[in-house]
């Protein structure tokens, strides 16, 4: 699944179109992150204490998974845990996300390019969107990912 059909669906602007590409590998759902993002804030050399765009990732990256299997949006509601492995640049790097269902919500992983584990998050659940999904939006995203 490439980033235009995904952002035919999600709202975000241009430094939050974290997902370059997904795919299904059995149970789960890799999200890769997406290279040449622009600043994610103003002054862009301050430093963050995490990396936004990196949980953004696995919030998208599950989005995915809920749009293909269940035709829905939702906003992030709730996480349980959430888990950051030291600093990150995220303009340096290959990351992806990697996202399985869990209960009512998802668990996952933003991992760099050797496996290393650089955020985990458990228990991540959403709040649905009143309005209908467009199924013609949603069905490029079925045949790819289902």
């Known amino acids: 699944m490439a980033e235009g059909d995904i952002y035919r669906l999600y709202f975000h602007g241009p430094a939050y179109r ?3 590409s997904a795919w299904r590998s059995g149970d789960e759902l890799v999200g890769k992150y997406a290279l040449r993002l622009p600043p994610n804030h103003d002054p862009a050399a301050l430093p963050l ?3 936004p765009r990196l949980l953004e990732l696995c919030f998208q990256t599950a989005g995915l998974w809920e749009l293909a299997h269940q035709s829905r949006m939702g906003l992030p509601y709730r996480i349980d845990r959430l888990q ?3 600093s990150v640049d995220e303009s340096k790097g290959l ?3 990697i996202v399985r269902r869990s209960g009512e919500g998802f668990d996952g992983e933003v991992v760099d390019e050797k496996g ?3 955020l985990a998050v458990s ?3 959403t709040m649905q969107l009143p ?3 467009d199924p ?3 069905r490029p995203l079925q045949s790819a990912l289902l």
């Open 18 to 20: 974290v997902i370059e």
């Open 49 to 51: 204490a995490a990396a």
């Open 84 to 86: 950051v492995f030291g």
């Open 95 to 97: 990351f992806a996300a």
């Open 116 to 118: 290393n584990i650089l």
């Open 123 to 125: 228990g991540y659940r």
């Open 131 to 133: 309005d209908p999904v």
């Open 136 to 138: 013609e939006l949603v």
